[in-house]
């Protein structure tokens, strides 16, 4: 444009396009004729010049003459100059400069001619950065794709993000940069990628804040440094590299950090702006999305690692079945099992293999309910060459992506297991039959001693020697107690092997609990306490083992007798209704004490057989611990339970709950009315 408007004709002596410099608002002369010696990219600095006027209210400005204007920066000794406005889309972006060697060389013609040539020029800088602006993005944007591509393609991380780096320092024009992904658990960035920064960073470890990406890391905001090593934060790792501008970022999946990115440029005049902040945080994202996926990546490799060794080295069978209950796969467990190796299975129909005519059906059941649930037994399998051993079977439906593709089979051995159980139960029935046998042998010389005592007693008072009754007493007390503790071990023993009977009868509840009140009272005036007994009006009838519902109330009566001293014992009895379980009444016995109470430790074992609090307990109280275990195993040998609630020096609360209709759940058990 400017060569077709230079004519020495029309006195057109000098002319120079000025674009305007947004950031530092200076002018920068981008095209001129007429001046030799005109500096390249001449800057014209704010307050400079007469075409700043142009630029400031966007209109035609004439200068006659040159010389009597301070402002004017010389290209001609001596003229008048004429500055026309560039504009695009009512915006100001540069200004035209003509000036003649004459003054007052310029009229209203020559405005029109310039003015035109200002709107035309001004059209085709428009075109011309549309153009670039065009061309940036379809550069950017197949960058972006690029760099897509290869993340798609690339899963190891160092080789992606190395990529990554690749193009942003290309399409950003700058010396080198870095990519460092952090480590969580030691609060740590580790450089994984490095390009041309002076040295080869990768391994680096940066703490939180330290170094351009550390300061990123810590804030999750981009930074641009104009002088790192002016700037304060810089890291003595990186005191020996030689760059001059920095610019870094943030890697975020939201607002959770995976990383940093940055870049470096050694060229001083070379000046970070925006719209380089604005490309680098475009490759932020993707750099971002390649760390996320290559450490789903490496997650999910290491847990197809482990599974797969935890499969070839478990000791269980594993096989896997597919619709049609072909085997597909098995591990080495099963060739251990079974006896059969992988490659003589495959294809073939798992219950052909090792189900016999006998397990046939029960084996197929499995199998089939393996393909739509979880199913879990025990049963008898063959092996290859015609044995039987005993497993534990586990099948679970293999489902992937929604749709039910087959189902694994899991065998353990328990041939040893059955074996030990069955030796158990031997020993545990020949503990209960020889524990029967002597509490019987026992209770006969017991129950002799206890009547001897008896007579004797009867006999020194008769004869007047009551010096003697006392001694007789403690042999027929300590008869008794230990008639008491050959009963609970028989009890239990019968318990144990299931031969314990219940002799249901219909009694009054009150009557019954008149009798326990009355057993009672002496113990519980033993320790100075009080008993406080509180029933529901019309506690009515109930059909039960009168006896037993005796003892077990005993049982936790006395146990509260012997915890308390001077405090308050409570006997409470009520009914209720359970409407889960159709409206059957129930019947409520609930014992309370103020004393010692138990931890947290006692209450786990409180119900264990022979179990008492500890052995400072046990040596200040006695017992042998089977009272709480009895009235436990009576409670669900009637239908019901009972809990307990207690804590340190706080007390205890112990609540029976029993049908008030009790039912006959055991061939041994009777009834009567």
């Not at 993707?286 to 060794?309: G, H, M, P, S, V």
């Not at 042999?475 to 107690?481: E, K, L, Y």
């Not at 209450?603 to 609090?613: C, G, P």
């Amino acid at each position: 444009m400017v060569n077709g408007l230079h004519d020495e004709a029309l006195g057109y002596n000098f002319l120079g396009v000025f674009l305007l410099d947004d950031e530092t608002g200076d002018r920068v002369l981008q095209a001129s004729v007429g001046w030799q010696d005109v500096p390249t990219d001449w800057r014209v600095h704010r307050g400079e010049g007469l075409s700043e006027l142009a630029i400031q209210d966007g209109r035609l400005h004439y200068t006659p003459d040159v010389r009597r204007e301070s402002r004017y920066l010389p290209s001609l000794a001596s003229g008048s100059e004429v500055d026309v406005p560039l504009r695009v889309d009512g915006k100001t972006i540069g200004v035209l400069v003509v000036e003649s060697a004459e003054p007052n060389a310029f009229g209203e013609e020559d405005f029109e001619i310039l003015t035109a040539a200002a709107n035309q020029a001004s059209i085709a800088i428009g075109r011309a950065r549309l153009l670039a602006a065009e061309r940036q993005r379809a550069d950017e944007h197949k960058a972006l794709l690029d760099t897509m591509a290869d993340l798609s393609s690339e899963l190891e991380l160092s080789r992606a993000l190395q990529a990554v780096l690749e193009r942003a320092v290309t399409l950003l024009g700058v010396t080198g940069g870095e990519v460092a992904i952090y480590e969580e658990d030691r609060q740590e960035l580790v450089v994984v990628a490095s390009q041309n920064i002076g040295k080869d960073s990768t391994g680096t470890r940066l703490r939180l804040g330290e170094g351009a990406m550390g300061a990123v890391a810590r804030t999750h905001e981009p930074l641009i440094i104009p002088s790192y090593h002016e700037w304060l934060g810089q890291s003595a790792q990186y005191a020996d590299v030689m760059v001059h501008s920095v610019m870094a970022a943030p890697l975020l999946i939201g607002r959770r950090l995976v990383g940093a990115i940055a870049t470096v440029h050694s060229d001083p005049a070379r000046i970070f702006d925006s719209e380089d902040l604005r490309l680098l945080n475009m490759f932020a994202p993707q750099a971002a999305i390649a760390i996320e996926n290559a450490r789903l990546y490496t997650a999910a490799q290491r847990q197809k690692q482990y599974f797969e060794d935890l499969v070839l080295n478990v000791p269980v069978a594993i096989v896997v079945l597919d619709r049609d209950h072909k085997i597909v796969s098995c591990n080495p467990g099963f060739e251990t099992l079974f006896g059969y190796p992988e490659n003589e299975v495959v294809g073939r129909v798992l219950d052909d293999l090792i189900s016999t005519e006998a397990t046939r059906m029960e084996a197929e059941a499995y199998t089939r309910t393996a393909l739509d649930r979880p199913v879990h037994g025990m049963g008898q399998r063959r092996r290859k060459d015609g044995t039987y051993v005993d497993v534990e079977i586990l099948g679970v439906p293999v489902i992937v992506e929604g749709e039910r593709v087959g189902l694994m089979g899991l065998y353990h051995d328990i041939t040893e297991l059955l074996e030990a159980r069955r030796d158990a139960e031997a020993a545990n029935s020949a503990k209960s039959q020889f524990l029967a046998s002597m509490s019987h042998e026992l209770r006969t010389p017991l129950n002799a001693i206890i009547g001897y005592s008896e007579m004797l007693q009867e006999e020194v008072e008769d004869l007047g020697h009551a010096e003697l009754g006392n001694d007789l007493q403690r042999i027929h007390t300590a008869g008794h107690h230990l008639l008491s503790l050959i009963n609970d071990i028989l009890d239990l023993s019968k318990i144990e092997a299931g031969k314990m009977e219940l002799y249901l009868e219909t009694f009054e509840v009150a009557s019954m609990i008149d009798d326990v009140v009355t057993t009672v009272r002496p113990l519980v005036g033993k320790n100075s306490n009080r008993l406080e007994v509180r029933c529901a009006p019309e506690l009515g009838r109930m059909h039960s083992d009168l006896t037993k519902v005796r003892q077990m109330l005993l049982n936790l009566l006395s146990n509260a007798c012997k915890f308390t001293e001077g405090g308050t014992i409570t006997l409470a009895v009520d009914c209720e209704t359970d409407e889960a379980e159709a409206g059957r009444e129930f019947l409520v016995f609930c014992v309370s004490d103020t004393g010692i109470g138990m931890t947290p430790e006692q209450m786990d074992r409180v119900f264990e057989a022979f179990s008492q609090a500890e052995a400072s307990t046990t040596s200040k109280y006695g017992g042998t611990g089977l009272g709480l275990a009895i009235t436990r195993r009576f409670c669900q040998l009637m239908g019901g339970d009972v809990q307990a609630e207690s804590e340190p020096r706080g007390g205890s609360v112990f609540t029976i709950r029993l049908p008030r209709q009790a039912e006959i759940t055991q061939p041994g058990a009777s009834g009567g009315e």
